[in-house]
């Protein structure tokens, strides 16, 4: 089974980075993806290969090999950048459903409110928030006293297991984690639907079908990406302590670290016609020339038998 499953965590890794990749570039490179919807969607992108790359290389190694040990700094900085890019990314998905709101509810002053000096402030505010909230879980937890054998019953060092570990009382740790949860997770999840319901109560009310449509197809695919990201992390995160299953909580932590941000950039991409497009664009010269390099060397070869 470990052989199975390192090349089936494998494949997902190497097509989310591969796919989060793509967006990267197109998003950087093509001008006409130079809006403030691409501009968050470069950063969720960046933030998608951050979050797969700090658990998922550890997880194949430790597949490989008998030796499933981490050393107590290793695990401490796996942490605190797991947290950092799921933060980030909860304000980030707020910001997004915030861009979507202006875009569709006030059409008029959306290049006023969402200039380019705003969406880096969005976006900043977004990555702060993420780095300070994990470096201070971070550093409570790991300043508790720990001994014994050490063994979490995970495929990484995620906050619950490691704080288990302990050999001290942790309530206000569990507090901690708890206020961070609400604060930074269930907030922005309540601020995204109220955005949409005020989203969807505006485009019901436009009078052309074909507008509406449109409308609708701008929120689909981030809608998509939200439902997935929160539906695994509420579940994990947010429900009474006496439910908790390790095995349940391991099969839902592959989930949200391994599978959502393997499908996000397949979202984005085969619901988003502007990213087709500039994928399109990107690929016709590189076939062009392959195509010439292909003619020169017909030609050449005719004129020699000739």
Known sequence: MQALLFWLVLTFYLVALAGNSMILILTITDLTLHTPMYFFLQNLSFLEIGYTSSVIPKMLEHLLSENLTMSFVGCGIQMYFFIVCGITECCLLCVMAY???????????????????????????????????????????????????????????????????????????????????????????????????????????????????????????????????YGTITFIYIRPKSTYSLDSDRILSLLYTVVTPTFNPIIYSLRNKEIRTAFKKSMSPQIFNYSSLVIGKAQKISSSHL
Not at 120 to 140: D, K, P
Not at 171 to 184: C, D, G, I, M, P
């Open 99 to 229: 861009d979507r709101y202006i875009a569709i509810c006030k059409p008029l002053r959306y290049s006023c409110i969402m200039s380019p000096a705003e969406c880096i402030q969005l976006a900043a505010i977004s990555w702060t928030i993420g780095i300070l909230v994990a470096l201070g879980q971070s550093v409570s937890i790991f300043t508790l006293p720990f001994c014994g054998p050490g063994r979490i019953s995970h495929f990484f060092c995620d906050v619950l297991p490691v704080l288990r570990l302990a050999t001290t009382d942790t309530f206000k740790n569990e507090v901690a984690v708890a206020t961070v949860t609400v604060v930074f997770v269930l907030v922005p999840f309540f601020l995204i639907l109220l955005s949409y319901v005020l989203i969807i109560s505006t485009i019901l009310r436009m009078p052309v079908a074909k507008n509406r449509h449109k409308a609708f197809s701008t929120c689909s695919s981030h809608l998509i990406v939200v439902s997935l990201f």
